[in-house]
């Protein structure tokens, strides 16, 4: 029997997860079951119990990923001298993870927002799934405080307010901006950078 290259088995991997991310934000965790998998991926059962035992393990991988993205995106650019403002940055950030929608049908390519705030939701019940968000939130809150520090010692900001509150901050900003796409309206990621630079351009009333 000839063997499967790990290509191969990457491209299915890839192929579950983006059909399961997308019956996730458009039903919900609870109304999708595994024949929905199934039937939105066209595999069988066998071939999808091989990646994943069940929908919570998908679940997982999916948040777990999705994560990754946000993280690595944020450490890199703590990396840089000085980082990018916060207005650029938190641009990027979005639009590289907005952008992840391969695998996804025509007429349903803004599915991410949704299943993000399906991720938050389904937080509130599964123990599991919150340890692994708050291990996530905490490495982008270590990265964004870097990335503070990074301005600070740039001189492109003020060094008397804690590093960890503008850290949150930012986080609460793109998160807010995440649930405007999920819930009311289209809006392009040039409108939070648009916004966050008109904040930052703020000075003290003369």
């Keep these: 029997m000839a063997r499967v290259s790990q290509e191969h088995l990457d491209a299915r991997r890839r192929q579950i997860l983006d059909g399961a991310a997308l019956c996730f934000a458009r039903n919900g965790f609870h109304a999708t079951s595994m024949q ?13 119990y091989r990646y994943f035992s069940g929908k919570e393990e998908l679940i997982g991988a999916i948040v777990g990923e999705v994560l990754e993205w946000i993280q690595a995106t944020f450490e890199a650019a703590a990396e840089e001298t000085p980082p990018p403002p916060p207005d650029v940055l938190v641009g990027r950030a ?11 049908h025509e007429g349903e390519s803004s599915y991410l927002p949704r299943l993000i705030v399906q991720v938050w939701a389904e937080t509130l019940r599964n123990e599991e799934l919150a340890a692994v968000m708050r291990q996530g939130y905490a490495k982008v809150r270590v990265a964004w405080v870097k990335i503070v520090e990074g301005y600070r010692a740039a001189g492109m900001m003020r060094d008397d307010i804690p590093a960890d509150h503008v850290a949150r901050v930012m986080i609460g900003a793109a998160q807010g901006f995440v ?12 409108a939070l ?9 703020m000075g003290r009333p003369s």
């Design 36 to 48: 929905d998998v199934l039937k939105e991926v066209g595999l069988s059962a066998g071939a999808v």
């Design 94 to 104: 979005l639009t590289q993870v907005l952008g992840r929608k391969t695998g996804v």
């Design 179 to 190: 649930a405007q796409l999920a819930l009311f309206d289209e809006v392009p990621v040039e």
């Design 193 to 201: 950078q648009d916004g966050l630079r008109g904040l930052m351009s």
